[in-house]
């Protein structure tokens, strides 16, 4: 169950990624029909203001430490490395050990490591955090490219943005994907991002400097059930075909064939979730053209087959 909600505050909390466990847990929706929570801003002193890493602005927690053995949920914003009070320190690792899922974002990481919870588990952090990550806790196993890990009763999350992704797949996880799914609907949010940290080159139009290289790729992804050739792309760019690799290499970081395939397996992936089409039909309107390289691609890609992750993540699922 998921249903009381602790965020923990240390002094100089980062505004944004505060507010995205407020955004996602914190909001009254159930006039649309999406779960309440029982939302509880905790800290070592309760109703005395905390400083923010914002200049003028300062948060001032409701409730003490004590709730946290009392949430399902503990949620951890980013705050400078190294500066924890003892109190919330012993406090988060009794709301661990009381059973509570603790939840980071960003920095926040390194709180849960000095409170002993990283030990042994896989975890992540911003990217430029993670060597430090990574040194400071050495007996904790760092991915620096995933934007969450789930480890089941401790979840961390990369920098920012991939916070909302680790919050919106713990409403998935515990409730379901339509309750996470609406969720992200109100905040204008994708539901689900799949990739790590380097995903960003991966994204269906980057932002191209070339205008022309722009222009195709925007072209691609509303084409993307037709045959293309890297010569067709070139001459559509008004490039050569060496050109037009070299260009397309710099703006996006992979090679035409790897980007359209990623952008054929994201097509597929959005079908799975929100159609009830047939899979053959997914792989002709995805531009793979049989389910057997739909298959082989979404697996090597995404890490499970098209129909386990139609069951886990489809509309009905």
């Known amino acids: ?33 999406l779960p309440g929570f029982d939302f509880r801003v905790c800290g070592a002193e309760p109703r005395k203001p905390l400083r923010s890493t914002t200049p003028g602005i300062s948060v001032t927690p409701d409730f003490g430490l004590d709730q946290l053995t009392k949430a399902d949920l503990v949620a951890i914003p980013a705050s400078p490395i190294g500066k924890y009070d003892d109190r919330v320190l012993e406090a988060v690792r009794d709301a661990a050990d009381a059973g509570a899922t603790i939840l980071t974002v960003c920095s926040g990481a390194f709180l849960a490591g000095a409170a002993g919870l990283l030990d042994g588990r896989k975890c992540t952090t911003h990217w430029r955090y993670v060597d430090t990550l990574a040194a400071t806790f050495p007996e904790a196993t760092v991915d620096p490219d995933v934007l969450f890990v789930d480890e089941g009763n401790l979840i961390t999350s990369a920098g920012t943005a991939a916070g909302i992704d680790a919050c919106l ?12 799914n609406g969720i992200a609907r109100r905040m204008v949010v994708p539901p689900q ?31 993307l059930a037709h045959p293309h050739t890297v010569d067709e792309l070139a001459a559509r760019s008004s490039m050569s075909t060496r050109t037009f690799a070299r260009h397309f290499a710099a703006e996006t970081g992979t090679t035409p064939v790897k980007w359209l395939t990623t952008q054929r397996v994201l097509f597929a992936k959005h079908l799975l979730e929100t159609t009830g089409m047939a899979l053959e039909r997914i792989a002709e309107e995805s531009g793979f053209g049989s389910g057997a390289l739909l298959r082989h691609h979404f697996q090597r890609q995404v890490g499970i087959a098209p129909t386990e992750y139609r069951r886990r993540f489809g509309a009905a699922g």
């Open 1 to 33: 169950m998921l249903s009381n909600v602790a965020v923990v505050l240390n002094d100089r909390l980062a505004m944004f990624e505060f507010g995205v466990v407020c955004e996602v847990f914190g909001l009254d929706r159930t006039a649309d029909g």
């Open 169 to 180: 797949h713990l409403v998935r996880r515990e409730i379901g994907t339509a309750a996470a």
């Open 193 to 223: 991002r799949d990739g790590g940290q380097r995903q960003f080159i991966e994204q269906p139009v980057p932002e191209c400097s070339s205008l022309g290289l722009s222009t195709t790729l925007a072209w691609l992804t509303e084409n």
